[in-house]
């Protein structure tokens, strides 16, 4: 018998998640029967989305919601084989019995020498994010100037490189200097540390005197307020996230921004990727198409150890990670 150990969200967060809102348990796990499959856990991922859907999704006593790229270990599905790697969403858990019919298969063509966890980010949900608010939101063009706050994080960082890809004039912004550097080693035209400029409207207008045709928020708040005064006629914005208010024990009140909004004509459209399901494969497969190309690069804020789950989420949400934020079990 396999026992798993899984973190449970022992009590709802207030403000920013603390270690002791989560509890780590051990879960016996039943033998397999005709059909199933035992996984193991390889990589974990902390994802912001985790902290406003805990809220609205979750019990105290619930095991973390969440995803992994995770490995057959036993397999009485004769569909599966013994050492197959899969994405599945079975949260904070390092061992997991399935029926395969909530597994995905990793891409096709997936080389040996590309690490798995990048299912997880580049070439996986955050990734999938990107290329579904750039091409289907935002619908870029050529030519066109596009900005995208959270530029050093798991879906800002596709977003760069899949405008640079797509012919535009990429700004981006991040939370420390060594993630403008990142930024502008991996092709961004304009970057700039959002906490220490003095002016942030004077900051996206020196990174672009012209204005915005597409805006990529990954943030909201404050920056998405300031912002849309920057947008040109017709802009379009894609509203990804607001993560700047995700730690809120208290709700924000913004300055409105139905005025730029309506002299501007601009479009601006909240998504959910998993909504644009039947984008997924093509996605994927033009995501690890252009990562073997070498025109999109990644980076992995890899935590060691499942024991570190909390620490590395909490880290990611503070903006300790640069690129996707993993856990290696
Ligand atoms: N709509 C959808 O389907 C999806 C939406 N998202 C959203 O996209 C956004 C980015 O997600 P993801 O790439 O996974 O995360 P990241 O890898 O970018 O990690 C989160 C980053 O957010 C930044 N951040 C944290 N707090 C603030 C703040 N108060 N103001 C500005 N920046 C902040 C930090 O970077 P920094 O150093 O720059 O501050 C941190 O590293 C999130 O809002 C997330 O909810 C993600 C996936 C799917
Ligand atoms: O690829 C897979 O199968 C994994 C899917 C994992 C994930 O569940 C899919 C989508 C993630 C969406 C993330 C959305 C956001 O980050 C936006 C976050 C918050 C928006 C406001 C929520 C308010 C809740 O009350």
Partial sequence: MVTAKVWVLKKHFEGFPKPSDFEMKQVALANLKDGELLLESVFLSVDPYMRPYSKRDMKEGDVMIGTQVARIVESKNPAFAVGTFVVANRGWRTHFISDGKDLNLLPAGWPESLPKSLALGTVGMPGLTAYVGLFEICKMKPGETVLVNAAAGAVGSVVGQLAKIGGCKVVGCAGSDSKVAYLKNIGFDEAFNYKTVASLDEALRKASPDGYDCFFDNVGGEFA????????????????????????????????????????ELSMKGFIVSSWHNHREEGVKALLKWVLEGKLKYHEQVTERFENMPAAFIGMLKGENLGKAVVKV
Avoid: E, L, T, W
């Avoid at 920057?230 to 996230?241: D, L, N």
């Fill in 225 to 264: 307020s300031i912002a849309i005064n920057h947008m040109k006629k017709f802009g379009r914005i894609a509203v990804c996230g607001a993560i700047s208010q995700y730690n809120d024990s208290v709700p924000q009140k913004g300055p409105y921004i139905q005025i730029p909004m309506i002299f501007n």
